[in-house]
């Protein structure tokens, strides 16, 4: 039932009321379509957890398959999309040579009718024979469309204000977008730029831990040079994926002027081998010239609306009171410390 028109209406019992089909109906119908609407209005569409789209781990099926990992995703209808086990799917051969193909791992949401019963009573007169499915069973099934069927379904969204549902991917929720190379011999890729994350609970956020200066506090020169080796460096509690440049890692200083200018680095600031740890290396000339540095404030700031953990959220970043680990529950913000160097 998808039709949110009949959410809007549900029984009123008395004594003696005459119950029809259509009457047992309605207070589940009604049930759900505000359930769903909840669903759509408060909280939005995308993946819940898990989910996450990987090569088959056998060789032998690396090249042309792909598994699925049980999650949970919810569609622009609102519709829970439960994927109780890891499922395998094969990829499409791609059609013809020197382009790249594309195509899109997606999560569609299907009621299957089951357990088929005798109709021992129809209205229509009787029918040897005919059975009736007793339940429907809510099924999320993955499919994998070419880029013009996934195209075709972001054309047929629906435009009717708030109440009526806009879906950009059709009904669909995108788990990734899989690219075979034009030149043969080349594996394909897994791109998870297309996949969409509803907020997730604080508790699986990933957060700022630890910096490696005192916030709001004093360092000495020689310390930041020979104790912290001219490097800043932040600790996260979980594993990034990807977000950590010169433009999301920044660090400024105030001048003799009083005005803030950027410190440059020796290398674009960037992550550790164990991906949870940043790190900005100070540039060696512009340290040399203390002068720029000694008895200034150093302002540190990390935008976290751009940095994304292992789970493709981004991290929870917004340093309350200065205390760590950071966050107020909502994925992204900006991280922003200080110290003086005296």
């Given at each position: 039932m998808t039709d949110l028109r009949v959410a809007d209406e549900r029984n009123r019992y008395f004594t003696g009321k005459y119950m029809a089909p259509r009457?047992?109906?309605?207070?589940?119908?009604?049930?759900?379509?505000?359930?769903?609407?909840?669903?759509?209005?408060?909280?939005?569409?995308?993946?819940?957890?898990?989910?996450?789209?990987?090569?088959?781990?056998?060789?032998?099926?690396?090249?042309?398959?792909?598994?699925?990992?049980?999650?949970?995703?919810?569609?622009?209808?609102?519709?829970?999309?439960?994927?109780?086990?890891?499922?395998?799917?094969e990829l499409p051969p791609p059609a013809g040579t020197g382009d790249d193909h594309e195509f899109f791992v997606c999560l569609a949401y299907t009621e299957r009718p089951i357990e088929y019963v005798p109709v021992l009573y129809h209205e229509n007169g009787c029918e040897p024979g005919r059975s009736e499915a007793n339940r429907v069973r809510e099924v999320a099934t993955v499919q994998?469309?070419?880029?013009?069927?996934?195209?075709?379904?972001?054309?047929?969204?629906?435009?009717d204000g708030c109440h009526r549902p806009a879906c950009p991917c059709g009904?669909?929720?995108?788990?990734?977008?899989?690219?075979?190379?034009?030149?043969?011999?080349?594996?394909?890729?897994?791109?998870?730029?297309?996949?969409?994350?509803?907020?997730?609970?604080?508790?699986?956020?990933?957060?700022?831990?630890?910096?490696?200066?005192?916030?709001?506090?004093?360092?000495?020169?020689?310390?930041?040079?020979?104790?912290?080796?001219?490097?800043?460096?932040?600790?996260?509690?979980?594993r990034l994926r990807r977000g950590i440049n010169g433009h999301t890692f920044v660090v400024q200083y105030r001048n003799l002027q009083d005005d803030l200018e950027f410190l440059r680095y020796r290398v674009p600031p960037q992550l550790t081998g164990d991906r949870r740890h940043a790190r900005f290396v100070i540039n060696d000339a512009a340290f040399d010239d203390y002068r720029n540095l000694r008895n200034n404030e150093v302002l540190v700031t990390l935008k976290c609306d751009f940095v994304l953990d292992c789970h493709d959220v981004a991290v929870d970043g917004n340093h309350i009171g200065g205390r760590r680990p950071s966050g107020n529950g909502v994925p992204g913000g900006t991280f922003e410390s200080w110290f003086r160097v005296v």
């Open positions: 009457d047992f109906m309605a207070d589940p119908d009604y049930l759900l379509a505000r359930h769903r609407m909840h669903n759509r209005l408060l909280h939005g569409w995308g993946i819940v957890t898990g989910l996450q789209v990987r090569r088959h781990p056998r060789p032998e099926c690396a090249d042309r398959w792909v598994r699925v990992k049980a999650g949970i995703a919810v569609d622009c209808l609102g519709r829970e999309l439960v994927l109780h086990r890891d499922e395998a799917v994998v469309l070419t880029a013009d069927e996934f195209r075709r379904h972001q054309r047929h969204r629906r435009r009904h669909l929720v995108p788990l990734a977008r899989v690219v075979f190379p034009g030149r043969h011999g080349k594996p394909f890729r897994i791109d998870r730029r297309v996949r969409r994350h509803l907020g997730s609970r604080p508790a699986r956020l990933t957060h700022i831990a630890k910096v490696n200066w005192p916030h709001g506090g004093e360092i000495t020169l020689s310390d930041l040079d020979r104790v912290l080796g001219r490097t800043l460096e932040i600790t996260f509690d979980r």
